[in-house]
């Protein structure tokens, strides 16, 4: 069964750090874009990060820019997404998702998610 574990959610206070792994199982990431998403209540699902099949791409919101970082390490079938001076604003729960080969900044492209893991900034 081809599947997406999510973790390495929590409470964090604002100006902390966090850092999700995204592992893969019944299939290798050698081949799949990994994307994060994260979805707030009331709100829509949006894009965090992406990191490319080989690694050579990543893109990042704006709203994430210079604090949170991508990573992967296919030897141990896992993407990281490394977030530092974290904010109330990033509260969300955070999904990752995999696609062939190259990031593509919206939902409907995914083909396999996790199951998400909450990320609550707070004082």
């Known amino acids: 069964q081809l599947q997406l574990v999510d973790s390495g959610g929590g409470l964090v206070q604002p100006g902390g750090s966090l850092r999700l792994s995204c592992a893969a199982s019944g299939f290798t990431l050698d081949y799949y874009a990994i994307g994060w998403f994260r979805q707030a209540p009331g709100k829509e699902r949006e894009g965090v990060s992406c990191?490319?099949?080989?690694?050579?791409?990543?893109n990042y919101a704006d709203s994430v820019k210079g604090r949170f970082t991508i990573s992967r390490d296919n030897a141990k079938n896992t993407v990281y997404l490394q977030m530092n001076s974290l904010k109330p604003e990033d509260t969300a729960v955070y999904y990752c998702a995999a696609r062939p080969n190259h990031c593509m900044r919206t939902p409907p492209w995914y083909n396999y998610w996790g199951q998400g893991t909450q990320v609550t900034v707070s004082s």
């Open positions: 990191i490319s099949s080989s690694g050579g791409g990543t």
